[in-house]
Every structure is written in C-alpha cells, then in structure tokens.
C-alpha cells in the first residue's frame, strides 16, 4: 500500500490509476490525513451459465429449417429483378 499527498496524486493521476489497475492500493492523504484510498476494481462476479434456463419460453415454428423456393432462388440470383 503506497501513501501519497493529495497535490502529487492529483499532478500523477494517469500513473496512480494504472497502478491501482495492477493491483496496487494507494491512500491519498491532505495534510497528513488519510482522506481516500484508491483500490483495484473487484472482479464482477460471474453467474455460471445453466442449460435449458429457457426451455419452455421459447417457440420455434414446425417450418423453420424450410426456405420457400422463391426465397433461395432470389438469393441465388435465379429471379428476375422487379426493377427493370
């Protein structure tokens, strides 16, 4: 844990934060009192992911593995443009 006056913390903030960034805690004093202190972030806790958390939400049409003819022949480039 570094300790550091409030007038050096403020002239070197980038460096400060970069070392706060690394893992580093820095107290910030005025007039010889601890005033603050700059700490790493935590880390986000992260939910485990749990499989089927939707199933029976979700609703998926009989056809939907079916692309009508006209639908792939456009993507094809087998259909005449309506624009001409």
Do not use: C, H
């Not at 601890?34 to 979700?58: D, F, S």
């Amino acid at each position: 844990m570094e300790t550091v006056n409030f007038r050096e913390f403020r002239k070197n903030l980038s460096g400060y934060l970069r070392q706060a960034r690394q893992g580093e805690e820095i107290v910030v004093t005025s007039r010889g009192e601890a005033v603050a202190r700059l700490v790493p972030p935590a880390e986000p806790e992260r939910k485990r992911r749990q499989p089927g958390g939707l199933a029976g939400r979700i609703w998926i049409a009989d056809d939907f593995d079916e692309t009508p003819p006209d639908i792939i022949a456009a993507m094809e480039g087998d259909l005449e443009s309506d624009l001409e």
